[in-house]
């Protein structure tokens, strides 16, 4: 099977749009149709976006096919086959470096400044604080703006300090994060608390404890969560502002991070969900 041919049944077996791996990917439509209608094979450059945003390996992708060079120059076969040459070890330090290079052609959008910090409250158990509210929303959050921000992340992975677990996060958070059914049906401040908790993603993984596993109960996540999930426990506060625009206290909330343990055995960050605000209590950062 052609690496295109892997493509279109990978996007067949997801039930994903060509329109969604385009956005996904950067690739315009026009080039993954192009793919399909002239039965030709990606660009080289494209492999590593492509990879990441079917959840499979360049291996997986490029198999064992003999004639996988047919549509790549000189210096695209010499990295594929230097990558077929290599070890294990040698292949994922391939990967990563691709994956850091792929990601500085999105530097524009993931330098994004957050003013965030890791507290304890009495108890002894972590907050992350979020100091800035930067998703307002009079009347209701644009999540189309949280689902740009969190791209910034896609490519990064966290460790939970309490279990040692690596969190990666995946190119499905952004649009699960902001169009899942949890938060289509969330409203007011839980809307608004979601959406800035946005900002600290990284700490609030950090921070996780309480780990709970469960099984995959759905076919359509047969193979992005073939291993099945993980909630873990988290806190966040965000700052509540008085007449005058000053910081007059901080409200907390707790919240359960869902994460799905793929085929390839990485932990990938779902979405952020159960949200609420611990009612008795709030904090000066």
């Known amino acids: 099977m052609k690496i295109y041919e892997k493509i279109f049944a990978r996007l067949a077996e997801l039930h994903m749009s060509q329109t969604e791996l385009s956005r996904r990917t950067g690739i315009s439509t026009s080039t993954i149709n192009d793919w399909k209608k002239k039965k030709i094979n990606p660009q080289a450059d494209k492999l590593v976006a492509v990879c990441r945003a079917l959840d499979m390996s360049l291996e997986e992708l490029l198999g064992c096919e003999e004639d996988v060079m047919a549509d790549y120059n000189a210096e695209e076969r010499y990295l594929v086959e230097c990558y077929r040459r290599s070890g294990t070890g040698l292949r994922k330090h391939v990967l990563r470096y691709m994956e850091f290079a792929d990601s500085l052609g999105h530097a524009e959008d993931s330098v994004q400044k957050r003013n965030v910090a890791v507290i304890q409250d009495v108890d002894g158990h972590n907050i992350v604080v979020i100091n800035d509210i930067r998703f307002k929303g009079k009347r209701s959050i644009d999540w189309q703006d949280v689902e740009r921000y969190l791209r910034q992340y896609v490519g990064e992975f966290y460790s939970i300090a309490e279990s040692d677990d690596i969190v990666y996060i995946g190119t499905d958070l952004p649009d699960?994060?902001?169009?899942?059914?949890?938060?289509?049906?969330i409203k007011g401040a839980v809307a608004k608390a979601k959406a800035n908790a946005a900002q600290a993603?990284?700490?609030?993984?950090?921070?996780?404890?309480?780990?709970?596993?469960?099984?995959?109960?759905?076919d359509k996540h047969s193979r992005n969560a073939k291993n099945g999930w993980y909630r873990y426990d988290t806190r966040f506060a965000l700052p509540v502002y008085d007449d005058y625009g000053e910081v007059e206290r901080y409200n907390v909330f707790s919240a359960r991070l869902l994460i799905r343990h793929a085929s390839s055995g990485k932990m990938y960050l779902y979405d952020v969900m159960e949200i609420k605000k611990e009612t008795s209590k709030s904090c000066q950062a």
Request: charged letters at 30%; aromatic letters at 8%; a negative charge.
């Open 176 to 185: 699960e994060y902001t169009g899942s059914n949890y938060t289509k049906h």
């Open 201 to 218: 993603i990284p700490e609030m993984i950090e921070i996780a404890t309480s780990k709970v596993g469960e099984e995959n109960r759905k």
